[in-house]
């Protein structure tokens, strides 16, 4: 076998320049990125060792240590808690003799954890080798023992443990059968316009306002991005949109480089969703629009690059930290120049709006929330998974469909949302009230909220990205003061504490920092009950 | 000429400005240590963080535009400075009374200036690596708060590129650009103005240490 150095310089002549996707097959060859390989990608790149040590021990899924020939992250979502992932966990380093994250001497195998998978309609999760297994039980857990043990490699696994459900529960407008595009270049403009059309991923802007925005900003390059990086808790709608919408998909960011006048696109998907590969390359090799290419890019174990800016910094194969906005992607993006970035719901409504008109959709929603919106429903629920509804569905009628009887709070938005105690059931799911990409997390009356408080601040810790000193210190500290409440150890002055870290996280430079004590603070004020018994 | 209003005073800007910008120009004091004049700014220690129009922002990256009206010596302002500084300090090793930037070191000077008393936090004790490689220059990323001014000004004014940041969170670390990791192998030279920029003890010349007596350094 060719050393991991020469493996690089192969790997640069036949994947290019990126150096996030030479690290990402780096690691899966040889189980780590050694240092010869990160000097001569820095070298063969021109490009200084800091940015590719750096990339190296940013993302969750890159290791400068050897791991094992099965590595296996535990999917650590409170929902994954909720259906036992955490005994499983202890009984899979159990039945392998390992200590979490230390590699087996022998080299077999590394088992550790990683952020929400995106499994959670049919967790517990966790990947091997980077490939998702869901419906995680005990057996099933010995049985992926026996199988490491006996050195079986993954393609002679059952296939059921790699099959993933789609779970769509309620269909509407979105996932109708949309076909070709009646509108195009201004007239979609105008289309979407009318139809209301905002932006999926939470955060609402008119999305035919931004195309219009970066076709009408000077540069002489101009890019589509696809964020497909989805890693809120307790979200997994583009999981199934990629799966039975890429087509669309493709369509909707076609649709919108003709507008923008890009000859050059990107997908991000997040690498938690790495058993889509195969099905996506299939269809990009299908295409055949030659005015516009669409490259797949993969994300490895990061949440904070589902924020734009940081996205953009990771498609150029930096470190995920989030820029200094302004300026925006749409004036500044990709290489600094202007950028169109959507969700992959958002371009699957704009083809849709293509293919259909805008009036139906326009007629759905609410006054300012027009259209649909996929939930991805998780937790206490006798039937989770993606439900379209109109926006302004109240969060009662969610958990009438779903099957949750007897909830004790909904956390919208995930670790990042809005916790939701039984007398605010009745709020609706739309711009204007609840915004949210779709998680959808369910707690019924058995639960201890201080669990998903404790979750929640752990995640916040695990994900920051380490710029600001807020969020990076900050999610830290408000992790260890969770950590000691639940363990007994806290008193009143840690409750007082979380309210002062509350607000010190709000000065924070993107985000995720800002939001990351909003679930923890909901949970205190709403579920004082939970937490008092346990402080002193 | 545009203005903003910096604690009800108004201050001129001109087209490209930042908050910060206007506050030097006008003598406002908006306490900071990230940030330096002529180095691209990026706002990551948020010590400059004020409010405008109820919203947090740091003065260094937040444009100026017509009609802002910007907070800085507030009370809730200064308990969010206090409350950063102390996290700065609780995070890494910052041992004043044994540190040869002591006097001299920008984060004392802002701890002091904002009346700093008590950590506050329990503190970490982070482990990190310390490079004594080079015969002249010590990294002791004990001290380091991750402001990149080294990096910047390796890059920018030295031409050498001789740092980075890497790792993520609380793993984030200050590295080196060569092979070994070590400092004794680069170019880099005591006179460089990325030693010099270095606002804690994170990047100290070996030597000089304690030349100049107490009270008659830079904040003394």
Redesign the interface.
């Known amino acids: 076998m060719a050393s991991a150095a020469e493996h690089a310089d192969l790997l640069i002549e036949r994947m290019g320049s990126n150096p996030l996707q030479v690290l990402i097959a780096i690691q899966k060859a040889f189980n780590h990125v050694p240092g010869d390989a990160i000097c001569r990608i820095a070298s063969a790149l021109d490009l200084p060792l800091s940015r590719i040590l750096g990339d190296v021990e940013f993302y969750g899924f890159l290791s400068r240590e050897p791991l094992g020939v099965y590595s296996v992250l535990m999917s650590d979502s409170i929902t994954d808690w909720m259906l036992g992932s955490r005994e499983l966990f202890l009984r899979l380093c159990g039945n392998l003799g390992v200590s979490p994250g230390v590699t087996r001497s022998d080299g077999l195998a590394t088992v550790g954890k990683t952020s929400c998978t995106g499994m959670c309609d049919q967790g517990p999760a966790l990947l091997v080798n980077g490939i998702a297994v869901a419906n995680l039980t005990g057996d099933r857990i010995d049985a992926i023992s026996r199988l490491m043990e006996k050195k079986i490699p993954l393609v002679a696994w059952p296939d059921e443990y790699f099959h993933v459900e789609s779970n769509i529960r309620r269909r509407g407008w979105l996932f109708q059968d949309w076909e070709g595009a009646i509108f195009e270049g201004e007239a979609l403009l105008q289309e979407m316009t009318d139809a209301g059309l905002r932006g999926r991923g939470g955060a609402g802007f008119p999305t035919a306002k931004k195309w219009a925005s970066c076709r009408d900003a000077p540069g002489s390059e101009r890019y589509v991005v696809c964020n497909a990086d989805e890693g809120e808790p307790g979200t997994f709608k583009d999981r199934v949109l990629l799966q039975h919408c890429a087509g669309r998909l493709f369509e909707g960011m076609a649709l919108c480089a003709r507008i923008v006048r890009a000859k050059k696109g990107f997908l991000y998907v997040r690498g938690e969703y790495r058993y889509l590969e195969a099905h996506l390359e299939n269809l990009l090799a299908a295409r055949r629009d030659t005015d516009f290419e669409i490259e797949l890019h993969w994300g490895a174990g990061a949440y904070i690059c589902g924020e734009e800016s940081a996205l953009l910094e990771s498609i150029e194969g930096k470190r995920g930290i989030p820029r200094v906005r302004p300026p925006f992607p749409v004036t500044h993006g990709l290489h600094g120049m202007p950028t169109v970035v959507d969700n992959v719901e958002t371009f699957c409504a704009a083809s849709a709006i293509a293919a259909g008109g805008g009036r139906e959709f326009r007629s759905l929603g609410t006054a300012g929330s027009h259209g649909t919106k996929l939930l991805s429903v998780s937790g206490d629920c006798s039937r989770p998974g993606i439900y379209e509804y109109p926006f302004g569905v109240s969060v009662d009628q969610i958990l009438e469909d779903c099957g949750a009887g007897n909830a004790l709070a909904v956390q919208v938005g995930g670790a990042a949302g809005t916790c939701l105690d039984a007398s605010e059931f009745g709020r609706k799911v739309c711009f204007e009230d609840l915004p949210t990409s779709g998680s959808v997390m369910v707690f019924d009356r058995t639960r201890n909220m201080q669990e998903a408080a404790l979750n929640f601040s752990r995640f916040f810790a695990r994900e920051s990205c380490g710029f600001c000193t807020p969020c990076r210190v900050g999610t830290e500290i408000l992790a260890q003061t969770m950590e000691r409440i639940s363990e007994g150890r806290g008193t009143g002055e840690d409750i007082f504490e979380i309210g002062n870290l509350g607000n010190i996280l709000k000065a924070s430079h993107c985000g995720l920092g800002q939001s990351a004590a909003r679930a923890v603070r909901d949970m205190l004020k709403k579920f004082p009950e939970h937490f008092e018994g346990t402080v002193k | 000429m545009k203005a903003i209003s910096l604690d009800g005073i108004m201050a001129p800007f001109a087209e490209g400005h930042t908050v910060m910008d206007c506050a030097l120009a006008a003598n406002i004091p908006i306490p900071h240590l990230c940030y330096l004049p002529r180095c691209v700014?990026?706002?990551?220690?948020?010590?400059c963080?004020v409010k405008i129009d109820g919203r947090?922002a740091?003065a260094c990256?937040q444009?100026a535009m017509e009609g802002q009206h910007v907070e800085i010596d507030t009370e809730e302002l200064r308990q969010?400075r206090l409350?950063?500084l102390r996290?700065?300090f609780?995070?890494g090793n910052h041992y004043c009374p044994s540190c040869e930037k002591s006097g001299s070191c920008r984060l004392q000077k802002a701890a002091y200036d904002e009346g700093m008393l008590d950590l506050h936090?329990?503190p970490w004790y982070p482990k990190r690596e310390m490079d004594a490689s080079h015969p002249d220059i010590l990294i002791d990323r004990d001290r380091c708060?991750?402001c990149e001014l080294c990096v910047k000004a390796s890059r920018d004014v030295d031409g050498k590129?001789i740092?980075?940041?890497?790792?993520?969170?609380?793993?984030?670390?200050l590295?080196?650009?060569?092979?070994s990791g070590l400092l004794a192998d680069t170019d880099i030279s005591a006179q460089d103005r990325a030693v010099e920029v270095c606002p804690v003890g994170a990047i100290l010349v070996k030597g000089l240490g304690f030349e100049i007596p107490i009270g008659k350094r830079l904040y003394d």
Do not use: A
């Not at chain 2, 700014?41 to 010590?47: A, K, V, Y």
């Not at chain 2, 940041?165 to 609380?170: A, D, L």
């Open positions: 700014p990026h706002g990551s220690c948020r010590l963080t947090f740091s990256t444009p969010l409350s950063l996290m700065l609780v995070e936090y329990r708060i991750f590129n740092f980075g940041i890497s790792g993520r969170g609380t793993d984030t670390r590295v080196v650009n060569s092979k």
